[in-house]
């Protein structure tokens, strides 16, 4: 069985490795943080003009029609470059919200735009607490004739300064979903935004307070009751791409630290002679490695449309969580003092791994999602089996 990549892929891989080495250097990143909004604007036309903003957009609404595989690659590249820019709110999530609702009148309305960059858009979904499941949008959506009125606030929204369209999902009803999931102008009346004081600064969040805002019942996207439907295959999605831009700055890390270990001198010799530090840079290789397994795993487990991608989704995102802590924290440890400061650029990908580590589901999580899986597919095993003949 081939496990390589196709040249096509590779060839997009090189692409988005080539551009971002141009565009998102660490002095280029440390200028974008001092952009009102976080990141170039010039940057973000180029992307668009490279068609990367519609890379998993069906071709029919002006996409390239490629799949997860693809987008994990250049998520890949852009956790290796610390690229900052809603490149992730807008494609990774807002995008797969739309078109996981199936209604082609509201990805016509929406995906042409998004592909082609005229339009950038993100997803509100976390209150007070960072759950992924129906049970954490308690924020309302009360009826008012053909349309609802929405009140209430949500937390670590990605770029929605920069965003001129929110998804956002409010409580329609009770039962197992319940929820309802709303596309709603930036600038409507009664949204409000305060920018969050961020770790990550190449990740910027909100928060998004909404005080009575109208909406007509042409907003709802998807089915009125049935958010979790949209917003459930979009956050496997995401959890996937958060996954693989962790493992892009994990990978960055272990980079970074060869290179110094080969020319930091102590003692007389490069520290990469001495044993700790050589066991440490091939425990870090080994956890890169098991995470690119698992990310791509899981990325050709959405694609195929597995049955396996809900365990491959939660293995992935459950390992690299903690892989890439402990790859960037070894780094720091190998950079020693160095690492710790500002301007030392290693603390740019160790930023960007945290920021992910609990976005989408955190390490435990997962790993209950994976226990839960595993114990259903024993149940039904053991379900299917025949009784025993009577002795």
Same mark, same amino acid.
């Given at each position: 069985?081939?496990?390589?990549?196709?040249?096509?892929?590779?060839?997009?891989?090189?692409?988005?490795?080539?551009?971002?080495?141009?565009?998102?250097?660490?002095?280029?990143?440390?200028?974008?943080? +001092?952009?009102?909004?976080?990141?170039?604007?010039?940057?973000?036309?180029?992307?668009?003009?490279?068609?990367?903003?519609?890379?998993?957009?069906?071709?029919?609404?002006?996409?390239?029609?490629?799949?997860?595989?693809?987008?994990?690659?250049?998520?890949?590249?852009?956790?290796?470059?610390?690229?900052?820019?809603?490149?992730?709110?807008?494609?990774?999530?807002?995008?797969?919200?739309?078109?996981?609702?199936?209604?082609?009148?509201?990805?016509?309305?929406?995906?042409?735009?998004?592909?082609?960059?005229?339009?950038?858009?993100?997803?509100?979904?976390?209150?007070?607490?960072?759950?992924?499941?129906?049970?954490?949008?308690?924020?309302?959506?009360?009826?008012?004739?053909?349309? =609802?009125?929405?009140? /209430?606030?949500?937390?670590?929204?990605?770029?929605?300064?920069?965003?001129?369209?929110?998804?956002?999902?409010?409580?329609?009803? &009770?039962? !197992?979903?319940?929820?309802?999931?709303?596309?709603?102008?930036?600038?409507?009346?009664?949204?409000?935004?305060?920018?969050?004081?961020?770790?990550?600064?190449?990740?910027?969040?909100?928060?998004?307070?909404?005080?009575?805002?109208?909406?007509?019942?042409?907003?709802?996207?998807?089915?009125?009751?049935?958010?979790?439907?949209?917003?459930?295959?979009?956050?496997?999605? !995401?959890?996937?791409?958060? !996954?693989?831009?962790?493992?892009?700055?994990?990978?960055?890390?272990?980079?970074?630290?060869?290179?110094?270990?080969?020319?930091?001198?102590? =003692?007389?010799?490069?520290? /990469?002679?001495?044993?700790?530090?050589?066991?440490?840079?091939?425990?870090?290789?080994?956890?890169?490695?098991?995470?690119?397994?698992?990310?791509?795993?899981?990325?050709?487990?959405? &694609?195929?449309?597995?049955?396996?991608?809900? +365990?491959?989704?939660?293995?992935?995102?459950?390992?690299?969580?903690?892989?890439?802590?402990?790859?960037?924290?070894?780094?720091?440890?190998?950079?020693?003092?160095?690492?710790?400061?500002?301007?030392? &650029?290693?603390?740019?990908?160790?930023?960007?791994?945290?920021?992910?580590?609990?976005?989408?589901?955190?390490?435990?999580?997962?790993?209950?999602? !994976?226990?839960?899986?595993?114990?259903?597919?024993?149940?039904?095993?053991?379900?299917?089996?025949?009784?025993?003949?009577?002795?």
């Amino acid at each position: 069985m081939d496990f390589d990549f196709t040249q096509e892929q590779v060839m997009l891989r090189n692409l988005a490795r080539e551009f971002l080495a141009r565009e998102s250097t660490p002095r280029a990143v440390r200028a974008a943080l +001092l952009e009102p909004r976080g990141f170039s604007d010039a940057t973000w036309q180029q992307m668009a003009e490279m068609g990367l903003p519609g890379l998993a957009i069906d071709a029919g609404y002006g996409g390239q029609g490629l799949g997860m595989i693809e987008l994990a690659l250049v998520l890949d590249e852009m956790g290796r470059a610390a690229y900052p820019g809603p490149y992730f709110a807008s494609t990774v999530l807002a995008a797969s919200v739309i078109a996981a609702s199936g209604h082609d009148n509201q990805m016509a309305r929406y995906l042409p735009d998004l592909a082609h960059g005229r339009m950038r858009a993100t997803l509100a979904l976390i209150e007070d607490a960072p759950l992924w499941t129906p049970s954490g949008v308690k924020m309302l959506a009360e009826r008012r004739g053909d349309g =609802f009125v929405l009140s /209430g606030v949500k937390r670590l929204v990605p770029f929605a300064e920069a965003a001129d369209l929110v998804l956002v999902a409010a409580r329609t009803g &009770d039962g !197992a979903d319940g929820t309802t999931v709303f596309a709603i102008p930036s600038d409507s009346p009664g949204l409000s935004m305060t920018p969050n004081v961020e770790m990550d600064r190449t990740n910027r969040t909100s928060t998004v307070i909404f005080e009575g805002v109208v909406v007509g019942s042409d907003a709802v996207v998807g089915e009125i009751g049935r958010g979790w439907s949209v917003v459930g295959p979009a956050l496997r999605r !995401a959890a996937v791409g958060a !996954a693989a831009e962790m493992l892009g700055a994990s990978r960055r890390c272990l980079e970074m630290s060869v290179e110094y270990a080969k020319v930091r001198q102590q =003692f007389g010799q490069p520290i /990469g002679m001495f044993q700790a530090v050589k066991h440490m840079c091939a425990e870090m290789l080994l956890e890169v490695e098991n995470a690119h397994a698992a990310v791509y795993y899981a990325a050709w487990a959405l &694609d195929a449309g597995s049955p396996d991608a809900p +365990l491959a989704v939660a293995a992935a995102k459950g390992y690299v969580s903690d892989a890439s802590r402990k790859v960037c924290g070894s780094a720091i440890q190998v950079h020693g003092g160095i690492g710790f400061t500002w301007e030392y &650029d290693l603390h740019l990908y160790f930023k960007r791994a945290k920021h992910f580590e609990p976005l989408y589901g955190d390490a435990d999580f997962h790993r209950e999602q !994976a226990l839960q899986l595993m114990l259903e597919r024993a149940s039904a095993s053991e379900a299917t089996k025949e009784p025993a003949l009577a002795s």
